[in-house]
C-alpha cells in the first residue's frame, strides 16, 4: 500500500527468534528488537542513551525460516519493513492495541561481526537441480563451493531454476 509506514531499525535481538506456523503452513518467526540511541551531551561532553525502543517484528514465509536458523539472542540486526497496528482482546476481556514491524527485510548488522552467507534454494529447483553434477570435496581446494557459481541448466529447465515452457 502506497501510505503504509516504512522504517528501518537496528538493534539487537532481546531473544531468539519463535518460528511458527499458521493454519495454512504458512511460516513466521517473530523477533523482539532493543534499539538505544546514543546522543552526546554538550554540557558534561559524554555519550548518553536516550530510551530504549523494544519492537516486535514479523518475518513471513521463507526469510522467517532463514531467520529462525540463522540469528540468535544478543545479534546486532538491522530490519526494514511496514509498522501495522492491530487490536485484540485478553482473557479478561482487555482491549489492546499494539504495533509491530512486518519485516520485508532482515539481516544481520557487520558493523561489530562477520557473516558467511549459503543461499537457500526453493524445492522445485532443488529438485531439478538434483540431476545436476555435484562438484567433489577435492574440487573446493579447501573453501566452500560458490553458491552462485553457473551450472548447466537441464533442459525444460530456465536460468532462474524455474521450469520453461
Known amino acids: 500500500m ?3 509506514t516504512v522504517i528501518t531499525v537496528v538493534g ?8 511458527r506456523f499458521v493454519p495454512s503452513g504458512r511460516a513466521v ?3 523482539r528488537l532493543a534499539s538505544t540511541p546514543r546522543f552526546l551531551d554538550r554540557s558534561s561532553g559524554e555519550w548518553k542513551d536516550a530510551d530504549t525502543l523494544f519492537i516486535t517484528c514479523n518475518v513471513w514465509g521463507q526469510q522467517g525460516e532463514n531467520v529462525a536458523e540463522s540469528l540468535q539472542r544478543g545479534h546486532k540486526v538491522i530490519v526494514r519493513g511496514r509498522l501495522k497496528q492491530r487490536s485484540y482482546e ?5 482491549r489492546r492495541t499494539v504495533v509491530e514491524l512486518d519485516a520485508e527485510d532482515i539481516g544481520p548488522s557487520l558493523a561489530t561481526a562477520t557473516a558467511r552467507m549459503t543461499r537457500t534454494q526453493r524445492a522445485t529447483t532443488m529438485a531439478l537441480a538434483a540431476d545436476l553434477p555435484q562438484p567433489s570435496p577435492s574440487s573446493w581446494n579447501g573453501a566452500p563451493a560458490d553458491p552462485w557459481a553457473s551450472a ?14
Not at 539487537?12 to 518460528?19: E, F, G, I, R, Y
Not at 485478553?90 to 482487555?94: A, C, D, I, Q, R
Open 2 to 4: 502506497s501510505n503504509d
Open 12 to 19: 539487537n535481538l532481546v531473544a531468539d527468534p519463535d518460528l
Open 29 to 31: 518467526a517473530t523477533v
Open 90 to 94: 485478553t482473557p479478561e476481556g482487555e
Open 152 to 165: 548447466p541448466v537441464p533442459a525444460g529447465v530456465g536460468h532462474d531454476g524455474s521450469p520453461s515452457f
